[in-house]
């Protein structure tokens, strides 16, 4: 039976979180889309502005389009928003700039 020191448990432990940042980094987060729906009273709303639906993109890192962006377009078609805006990280360098025109 091979014991392990803490020397060695320690090492084992940061290789397995190292790992598992680099899968979420690289594997999982970058197919990930989350889609929240949230319904806002305001106050004083005028009428005519009654389920106005606004579209919020965040963070997109935009470098080359692909399946996780077909289904953002089918979520935003499915919103049908009358306003859509961007804010966060749109792309990763100045050549995704074309790619962010194409979305």
Known sequence: ?????????VKWALCCGAGA?????????PRWLSVTRVATA?????ASLEGFTVAHLSDLHLS?????HDRL??????????????TG???????????????
């Not at 940042?21 to 987060?29: I, K, T």
């Open 73 to 86: 377009l089918h979520e935003l078609r499915s919103a049908s928003p009358q306003l859509t805006v961007i």
């Open 42 to 46: 305001v106050p004083k709303l005028p």
């Open 64 to 68: 080359s389009l692909g399946m996780l």
């Open 1 to 9: 039976m091979t014991s392990f020191s803490r020397r060695r448990l």
């Open 21 to 29: 940042a680099a899968l979420d980094a690289f594997a999982l987060e």
């Open 89 to 103: 990280d749109l792309i990763e360098s100045d050549e995704s700039l074309a790619v962010a025109s194409e979305l």
